[in-house]
């Protein structure tokens, strides 16, 4: 487990918010497989953590009591075999949501935030989709039209300008502002018309290419994209 370190202001706080949360995304995410079989139900109660650093970890709960920082929820792997895999990674998202707050939320206790401070972080976080609203596909159906799904279909992946020469300077800023709230499903963070950017042709959801280790050489010769997530769903028995 990494070591404990302090922040002490609103900005640093949300750092370290964002850096857990980004870890944890990942575990529910991009190494969802791996994720899964660390949670083995006949080991002892288990918890996930996010660390600053953006890794996650699956691991027993702190001995000290209390512990250094508030503990994520225990046990979640005794109902992985028992649910639906997306029911229990919805589940686990919902536990590392109300974990996260609660470690911002206790820096800012320790560090003596006053209400403006306060109220500002939670406007910072809040202003991030939830980790369950990414695991469950909530936020890209929150923050995208019909129109808009439609549009991104027929155009399977974006790069920055440089790769795309053809396209006119007027149509990259009409793209931008059409698409600007379109969430990445692995990191959560807004569509930028100078990233690479590819939807998965299985749950249409789009990730920033450096995410999912797809550059837009390699995707020129994938006709049928499928996401870490799609590739790692196992069938139902």
């Given at each position: 487990?990494?070591?404990?370190?302090?922040?002490?202001?609103?900005?640093?706080?949300?750092?370290?918010?964002?850096?857990?949360?980004?870890?944890?995304?990942?575990?529910?995410?991009?190494?969802?497989?791996?994720?899964?079989?660390?949670?083995?139900?006949?080991?002892?109660?288990?918890?996930?953590?996010?660390?600053?650093?953006?890794?996650?970890?699956?691991?027993?709960?702190?001995?000290?009591?209390?512990?250094?920082?508030?503990?994520?929820?225990?046990?979640?792997?005794?109902?992985?075999?028992?649910?639906?895999?997306?029911?229990?990674?919805?589940?686990?998202?919902?536990?590392?949501?109300?974990?996260?707050?609660?470690?911002?939320?206790?820096?800012?206790?320790?560090?003596?935030?006053?209400?403006?401070?306060?109220?500002?972080?939670?406007?910072?976080?809040?202003?991030?989709?939830?980790?369950?609203?990414?695991?469950?596909?909530?936020?890209?159906?929150?923050?995208?039209?019909?129109s808009s799904v439609a549009h991104h279909s027929n155009n399977k992946s974006?790069?920055?300008?440089?790769?795309?020469?053809?396209?006119?300077?007027?149509?990259?800023?009409?793209?931008?502002?059409?698409?600007?709230?379109?969430?990445?499903?692995?990191?959560?963070?807004?569509?930028?018309?100078?990233?690479?950017?590819?939807?998965?042709?299985?749950?249409?959801?789009?990730?920033?290419?450096?995410?999912?280790?797809?550059?837009?050489a390699k995707a020129e010769h994938i006709k049928h994209y499928k996401c870490p997530s799609c590739t790692n769903k196992r069938p139902r028995p």
């Amino acid at each position: 487990m990494e070591t404990a370190y302090n922040p002490r202001t609103v900005e640093e706080v949300f750092r370290d918010f964002k850096g857990r949360r980004n870890g944890m995304i990942k575990a529910l995410t991009i190494d969802v497989e791996a994720f899964f079989q660390q949670c083995d139900p006949e080991k002892e109660n288990l918890c996930l953590y996010g660390f600053p650093s953006e890794q996650w970890e699956v691991n027993l709960p702190a001995e000290e009591v209390p512990p250094e920082l508030p503990e994520p929820a225990l046990g979640i792997n005794f109902a992985r075999d028992g649910m639906q895999e997306n029911d229990w990674l919805s589940l686990v998202a919902v536990h590392s949501d109300a974990w996260l707050l609660s470690v911002a939320f206790y820096f800012g206790a320790r560090f003596g935030f006053d209400k403006t401070d306060r109220k500002r972080l939670f406007n910072m976080i809040n202003e991030l989709p939830t980790i369950f609203e990414i695991v469950s596909g909530n936020a890209k159906k929150q923050m995208r039209e019909k129109s808009s799904v439609a549009h991104h279909s027929n155009n399977k992946s974006k790069s920055n300008t440089k790769g795309r020469g053809s396209e006119l300077h007027g149509e990259i800023d009409e793209e931008e502002e059409e698409h600007g709230d379109t969430l990445c499903g692995a990191c959560g963070e807004n569509y930028a018309s100078d990233e690479f950017w590819i939807c998965c042709d299985m749950c249409e959801r789009w990730f920033h290419g450096t995410c999912v280790k797809i550059t837009p050489a390699k995707a020129e010769h994938i006709k049928h994209y499928k996401c870490p997530s799609c590739t790692n769903k196992r069938p139902r028995p």
